[in-house]
């Protein structure tokens, strides 16, 4: 029981770091577009928002239309 449940930790450990650095990469990226500190943390929190809640009900309801 213990084997199985063990790859699956390391997969949701690698999933949370590919996450981070996507982030990095993209906060990165918009600080070199050219946005401010303060804009740059925000756009990347709405990023990886995106990314990890996608678009909320409300929204998809009104899109799918």
Do not use: C, H, W
Not at 10 to 17: H, L, P, R, Y
């Amino acid at each position: 029981m213990e084997e199985k449940r063990k790859p699956n930790m390391e997969d949701a450990i690698k999933s949370v770091g590919v996450t981070a650095e996507m982030g990095l990469i993209f906060f990165r990226a918009t600080l070199g577009a050219g946005a401010t500190m303060e804009e740059a943390m925000r756009m990347t929190q709405v990023y990886l928002s995106a990314i990890l809640f996608g678009r909320p009900p409300a929204e998809q309801e009104q899109g799918d239309e």
